[in-house]
T-cell receptor
Framework: DGGITQSPKYLFRKEGQNVTLSCEQN?????MYWYRQDPGQGLRLIYY???????QKGDIAEGYSVSREKKESFPLTVTSAQKNPTAFYLCASSIRWQVDLYSNQPQHFGDGTRLSIL | AQKVTQAQTEISVVEKEDVTLDCVYETRDTTYYLFWYKQPPSGELVFLIRRNSFDEQNEISGRYSWNFQKSTSSFNFTITASQVVDSAVYFC??????????????FGKGTLLTVNP
């Protein structure tokens, strides 16, 4: 079945460490996204990529980095510069960046990765 | 700037009650898209509906219905005869529309719905 796979489901980081969250999609979608979810805060956009080899900062990009070398993969690195990394991270994709007027294609989400600090 | 407000942080109902989740949005765009997503305890977001700004028809899908009113900038979601399986966090979201709408979504903070047996 087509979908988005995020791994691992749970991740622990020591102070000063970088960690990378994996996001893979087999939906042949052009656009991919990373969101951060904190309790009571809803989802906030970290980075997005409209197409392979391109990515843009979202609303809370500081302390994070991404790459988009392959269409199906959009890994997120949480660097040691991110002072409060404990959160639930969700990856998403859409068939293209622009919302299609005539189709009901939504933004698809993965199951998320919960990152905690040891 | 775009903004989505879900004023109800938590709602608790008894099974078979009807419940309405409120969503109020702000945007300067004339073309935009509104979404509702469900997040069950497992964590993934499940797409429920997308509504275009130029289509104010209300929509019904089984026990779910949506009331879109541009005059009040609201896109409310009603669950009729609620069930325990409806317990989840529900998010309303708005797409950025300047120059053509895209999937850079602005989310509300979500409403936690608990349906008790």
């Amino acid at each position: 079945d087509g979908g988005i796979t995020q791994s691992p489901k749970y991740l622990f980081r020591k102070e000063g460490q970088n960690v990378t969250l994996s996001c893979e999609q087999n939906l042949n979608h052009d656009a991919m996204y990373w969101y951060r979810q904190d309790p009571g805060q809803g989802l906030r956009l970290i980075y997005y990529s409209q197409i392979v080899n391109d990515f843009q900062k979202g609303d809370i990009a500081e302390g994070y980095s991404v790459s988009r070398e392959k269409k199906e993969s959009f890994p997120l690195t949480v660097t040691s510069a991110q002072k409060n990394p404990t959160a639930f991270y969700l990856c998403a994709s859409s068939i293209r960046w622009q919302v299609d007027l005539y189709s009901n294609q939504p933004q698809h989400f993965g199951d998320g990765t919960r990152l905690s600090i040891l | 700037a775009q903004k989505v407000t879900q004023a109800q942080t938590e709602i608790s109902v008894v099974e078979k009650e009807d419940v309405t989740l409120d969503c109020v949005y702000e945007t300067r765009d004339t073309t935009y898209y509104l979404f509702w997503y469900k997040q069950p305890p497992s964590g993934e977001l499940v797409f429920l509906i997308r509504r275009n700004s130029f289509d104010e028809q209300n929509e019904i899908s089984g026990r779910y219905s949506w009331n879109f009113q541009k005059s009040t900038s609201s896109f409310n979601f009603t669950i009729t005869a609620s069930q325990v399986v409806d317990s989840a966090v529900y998010f309303c979201a708005l797409s950025e529309g300047s120059g053509g709408s895209n999937y850079k979504l602005t989310f509300g903070k979500g409403t936690l719905l608990t349906v008790n047996p």
